[in-house]
Nanobody, 116 residues
Framework: QVQLVESGGGLVQPGGSLRLSCAAS?????????MGWYRQAPGKQRELVAR???????NYNGSVQGRFTISRDNAKNTVYLQMNSLKPEDTAVYYC?????????WGQGTQVTVSS
C-alpha cells in the first residue's frame, strides 16, 4: 500500500507561484513505477498535469509545459510540483497519484485557486 498526502495549495493571484508537495509513505518513491499530479476543475474530468517515472522520465500536459516543473526528493520520499505563471484556468483540486505494481493510489487532493 502507498499513502499519499498533498500540501501547498491555496489562493494565489494570476502570475503567481505555488509549490505543491506529495509526501508518500508505505513504499519508497524510488520503487514506485510512476508518480504524478492530476487536477480536476468543477464540471470537468480529472486530467494529467505532470508525471515522473522511477527512471526519471517526465511528461507534462501541454497546457502547463514551460510553467510547471515536477521533481522528486527520494531522501524525503516526496514529489513536488512547482507551478509558476499561474492562470485562472489552473484553478482546480490537485491530486497526487502513484502507480505501484499495477495498483493506483490517490491522495486526498489540495485546492489551488488562481484569482485576483
Amino acid at each position: 500500500q502507498v499513502q499519499l498526502v498533498e500540501s501547498g495549495g491555496g489562493l494565489v493571484q494570476p502570475g503567481g507561484s505555488l509549490r505543491l508537495s506529495c509526501a508518500a509513505s508505505g513504499r519508497s518513491i524510488f520503487s514506485i513505477n510512476a508518480m504524478g499530479w492530476y487536477r480536476q476543475a468543477p464540471g470537468k474530468q480529472r486530467e494529467l498535469v505532470a508525471r515522473i517515472t522511477s527512471l526519471g522520465s517526465i511528461n507534462y500536459n501541454g497546457s502547463v509545459q514551460g510553467r510547471f516543473t515536477i521533481s522528486r526528493d527520494n531522501a524525503k520520499n516526496t514529489v513536488y510540483l512547482q507551478m509558476n505563471s499561474l492562470k485562472p484556468e489552473d484553478t482546480a483540486v490537485y491530486y497526487c497519484n502513484a502507480n505501484y505494481r499495477l495498483e493506483i493510489f490517490w491522495g486526498q487532493g489540495t485546492q489551488v485557486t488562481v484569482s485576483s
